[in-house]
Every structure is written in C-alpha cells, then in structure tokens.
C-alpha cells in the first residue's frame, strides 16, 4: 500500500486518552459550585422582586467565573461578582465590581462580598 504524502502522522488520530486526562492538558474552567450558584441566584431573586436587576449572565473563564447582572439585557452589567481563585490566599477569591470597573467589596467569603447589596434602613434628621 502506497503511503500518502503528509500522512506520517496519520496514526495519532486514532490514539485514545481519558477524559480526565485531556481535561488535564487543556485546563478546566472556573466555575461556581452549587452553593455558591444558590446564594447568587437568591440574591438575583431578591433583585428582580424588587424591580432592580432584569437579566443576568455567567462568564466560565480559564482564571475567574464572573456572574454579571443587568437591568436591561441591552446594556453593559450594573455589577459583576466574580470568583478568582489565584487571589484566594491574598485579598479573597470574591469581588463585587460596579459597572464603572470600581471594586466595591472583596473578600474570602461569598456570603459577606454579597453584603454590599443588602439594604440598610437608616435613620434620617429631620
């Protein structure tokens, strides 16, 4: 049988690696666990009952998860929270950032990043 040219490596095709193993070698995204989707999709929830936030979206990118909410979906995000693993150890994996790029909070733990958007009654002079 006569050979095709260019074709040397016509076997490396049919070579079988693991799934695990190609996960490996390409490099996971980050993503959110289950808990973490739970206390972002609530506080989403809190948002749109309280007519504030319409839309969101969810970015799984080779170093952060970024959870983007919107008020309308035409627009660029009102905030992102974002999960970076890489600063863990230094400032926290969690940030909140305002649409401006403005970081209003960063932390270790999500619950307490997620703070920011808690409403605080506040006692006003008259």
Known sequence: MDRIEGSEN?????VLISLREARLRRG??????RRELDLLLRLYGRMVAANEWRDYALDHLDDRAVFSVYRRT???PLYQ??????????QGAWAV??????????GHELERVLAVFDNKLRVVAE
């Open 97 to 106: 950032i305002a649409a401006g790029g403005r970081v209003l909070k960063r």
């Open 10 to 14: 016509a076997d490396d095709s049919s």
């Open 81 to 90: 929270i974002t999960k970076t693993p890489e600063l863990a150890r230094r």
């Open 28 to 33: 996971m995204p980050v993503t959110f666990h």
């Open 74 to 76: 035409s627009e660029t």
